[in-house]
């Protein structure tokens, strides 16, 4: 049986490999996108597949456990906008030798950004909305939708006030398609 300790750098070396950075990079205290995220996977790995406590990996890492939760609900909310990001992590599977299954295909930070532009622009073409409507039926500042209209980047909740001004689904605006999901009692109604 694997310590806490021997699960912690495993976790971290599993991120490194499937964001392939280096595990010092994870460990480190940059606050470069793709870094943070493989940050955020090595916790979550951690925490939520190898059943290391918050407060354990915490004080591995120098973070207080309130810390380590932010990233388990950040690869959450990661999952739940980015469907490939699920279904990655939900093959993310460790055995006891501390090797793992089925590494990440396609992540959120490979999703192209000038598709999404340009998917989200086609949705304001057909509904004939100028970026001043948005403004108005999300309530989210017009400069700040000129940004995202320019970068292809938000935040989450940002993005889901587009989509659901726009009648889209976020599937359509990150993938270019819709995702069939399975039918549960929760989104069959």
Known sequence: ?????EKWEMSVEMAAKLKGISPESI????RKYST???RHLARWIACECLG???EVVGSFTGFHHATITNSIVAIRNIRDVCFEMKETS???KVDLNGHYVAPIKKSINSIKKTEIIQRI???MDAKQFAVVDIAR???LAEANLRKILNRGSCQMESFAKICECLEVSTDYILFGKYINRRRTKWNSQ
């Open 121 to 123: 622009r086609n949705a």
């Open 137 to 139: 039926k999300t309530g």
């Open 1 to 5: 049986m694997k310590t806490d300790k």
């Open 90 to 92: 939900d093959k993310i």
């Open 27 to 30: 460990l480190g205290r940059s």
């Open 36 to 38: 943070m995220i493989a």
């Open 52 to 54: 290391v406590t918050r």
